[in-house]
């Protein structure tokens, strides 16, 4: 874990963890030597991913193996941290009674590190990516022209961004972060902008200005707040779609059923009871097929 952070405040906690979850879904870290399974979800720890004391690891990803990568990222080595990675290990395998493999993502400043301690019976490894070998010098001045020219960014250039300020740079972590985040703010496509900017803060906000993060969290809380209101737009004219129907349809008989529908706040299956109830004959089946939808709805909850 890496020395300073920003203690980012608890109630942002979601936003972070659900947008790192889209942003990492089905990606595998092949280039940067991590050789595992695509990822399938991020795993909450204990504490908020990015308010972590000493005492919880940075980061949990269930992998599609059903096998576990614990990934740490630090700007120094010291022996003792293997000690601290071992212990977090056997935490997070009593938790979950599965295979885990720890990889180490060392800063630019760091050139040798070791990989394997002996604690007599037991013998630990955790494999170190020394992200010195990578010139973020040129990596970012790519980005940067892939972005101005308004270029679709592939799933590396996207793990490229995210790991910038650990990269051989002529700045400092926390310039080139910055930089990083101004690049992410660039991306036209709002659901990866704020993917890429929730999962930035996330692995950055150890070496970020406080302030800095805080107005970031702001510009995130406040897209939420749109995606959400957007959403429930979309829901609300779904279910309008569906009561005009059931309306010209059935007449006031339909109002029951009507009542029903404006339970249902699931947009897909709003979606797909529409196509369904065009194709359905009688009242009881339409009445069968709004119970059944809320039926999946209640399950899912």
Do not use: C
């Not at 000690?83 to 056997?90: E, T, W």
């Not at 990866?192 to 999962?199: E, G, M």
């Not at 996330?202 to 959403?231: G, N, Q, T, W």
Request: no cysteine; proline share 2%; hydrophobic share 40%.
């Amino acid at each position: 874990m890496m020395s300073e952070q920003t203690d980012i405040a608890y109630n942002n906690y979601d936003i972070i963890f659900r947008n790192m979850t889209a942003q990492f879904k089905e990606k595998v870290l092949d280039f940067y030597g991590i050789r595992t399974a695509p990822i399938v979800r991020v795993e909450a720890t204990d504490l908020p991913t990015i308010a972590v004391n000493d005492r919880r690891m940075d980061f949990l990803f269930l992998l599609a193996d059903d096998t576990y990568l614990h990934l740490e990222f630090q700007t120094t080595f010291d022996e003792k941290d293997l000690d601290r990675f071992l212990q977090y290990d056997v935490s997070a395998y009593e938790r979950y009674k599965k295979p885990i493999k720890t990889v180490v993502i060392y800063g630019a400043d760091v050139e040798k590190v070791s990989e394997q301690k002996s604690y007599g019976s037991v013998q630990y490894e955790a494999q170190a990516v020394l992200m010195k070998k990578y010139n973020g010098d040129a990596i970012i001045q790519n980005l940067w022209t892939k972005v101005e020219n308004g270029e679709e960014l592939t799933d590396l250039d996207e793990l490229h961004l995210i790991f910038l300020p650990l990269m051989r740079s002529s700045l400092n972590r926390s310039e080139r972060a910055i930089e990083t985040v101004e690049i992410a703010k660039r991306i036209k496509n709002e659901e990866k902008q704020v993917r890429l900017l929730a999962t930035i803060i996330a692995v950055s906000d150890k070496f970020i200005d406080k302030e800095y993060v805080e107005k970031l969290m702001e510009v995130l809380s406040m897209a939420r707040v749109i995606r959400m209101a957007e959403e429930r737009a979309r829901i609300n004219e779904s279910q309008q779609a569906i009561k005009k129907y059931l309306s010209a349809r059935l007449g006031l008989e339909s109002k029951p059923m009507q009542n029903k529908v404006d339970l249902i706040t699931d947009l897909y299956l709003l979606h797909h009871l529409l196509d369904d109830l065009y194709r359905a004959e009688k009242k009881e089946e339409m009445d069968y097929l709004i119970d059944v939808v809320l039926e999946k709805q209640k399950n899912m909850g």
